[in-house]
């Protein structure tokens, strides 16, 4: 073979050794994009419906009940201040100073303005009827505002400042608890629901001559809760008179939580 012939059979080769590596590249190239594809197609899949728990299988639908016990730290006082002159300007010009004179009050006991919440205003007409006729005797201008205590040790002390700062101005129309942060109490209760479901699940499973298959839904039915009432007015006329601060106790207070379990079922 002549020299020019070798080089020639040289340059055949390496172009066919280009031309395979590519075709390879290009199946390589391909098999990533295909397997991207699939790997993607297989990710953004719902998820699949557990075993038994599907079409008209057999369930099992089950409730539970629990409750967690705690001591709340936060009181939530509402007070009444109501004031009667013989105009309104006159009426709701007292009653705007109470309302001063207790919001200062609850400064001076640790209680921050965002704390203090305007929740209610009156002004009403007073009447007197002579004879059956009636008469106007003056305006009574009431304001309501709420007050949440985040010291429960200290709630007695800033109530008692309210009441010597307004003196009869002022009504405690309700003194209610919870809890500054709910979660962990809370918390308990759903485990404690959670648990009784299952107990009861397995029981009846148990009594039916079944077994208990995946779980295939479980679900938290109680509704958010809110303060729990502690006094009323009567309480609170009675505590208005006393020369001591107000004793606070906010003793325990009782979370429930209510749960809904549903079980595929087996045959043994």
């Known amino acids: 073979m002549t020299q020019e012939q070798v080089v020639h059979a040289r340059g055949t080769r390496s172009h066919r050794t280009i ?6 590249l290009a199946a390589v190239l391909l098999g990533g994009a295909g397997l991207g594809l699939a790997l993607t197609g297989a990710g ?6 557990p075993a038994g728990c599907g079409g008209s299988n057999p369930k099992l639908t089950v409730e539970g009940t629990g409750q967690a016990f705690g001591t709340p730290d936060v009181l939530h006082a509402v007070f009444g201040f109501s004031t009667t002159a013989g105009t309104t300007s006159e009426a709701l010009g007292q009653n705007n100073a109470k309302v001063t004179q207790a919001v200062t009050a609850l400064g ?4 921050t303005a965002r704390d203090v919440q305007t929740t209610g205003l009156t002004l009403q007409a007073q009447y007197v009827y002579p004879h059956g006729v009636p008469t106007l005797t003056g305006y009574t201008a009431t304001n309501t505002i709420t007050a949440t205590l985040r010291n429960t040790a200290t709630a007695g002390a800033a109530i008692d400042a309210v009441v010597n700062a307004t003196g009869d ?3 405690i129309d309700s ?11 809370e918390d308990q209760a ?10 009861h699940a397995h029981a009846m499973a148990t009594a039916s001559g079944r077994t208990l298959g995946a779980v295939c839904s479980l679900s938290d039915n109680t509704q958010p809760g809110g303060p729990y009432p502690n006094a ?3 309480f609170a006329q009675n505590a208005a008179g006393s020369a001591s601060p107000v ?22």
């Open 19 to 24: 031309v395979v590596a590519m075709v390879v």
């Open 44 to 49: 953004a899949g719902a998820a699949p419906t």
């Open 108 to 111: 001076a006991n640790g209680v």
């Open 169 to 171: 101005a002022v009504q």
């Open 175 to 185: 003194l209610t608890f919870s809890f500054g942060n709910p979660t962990t109490v």
């Open 190 to 199: 759903r485990a404690d629901a959670v648990h009784q479901a299952v107990s």
């Open 232 to 234: 009323g007015p009567d």
């Open 247 to 268: 004793p606070i106790e906010p003793g325990t207070q009782t979370e429930t939580d209510q749960v809904t379990l549903v079980y595929a079922l087996r045959s043994h």
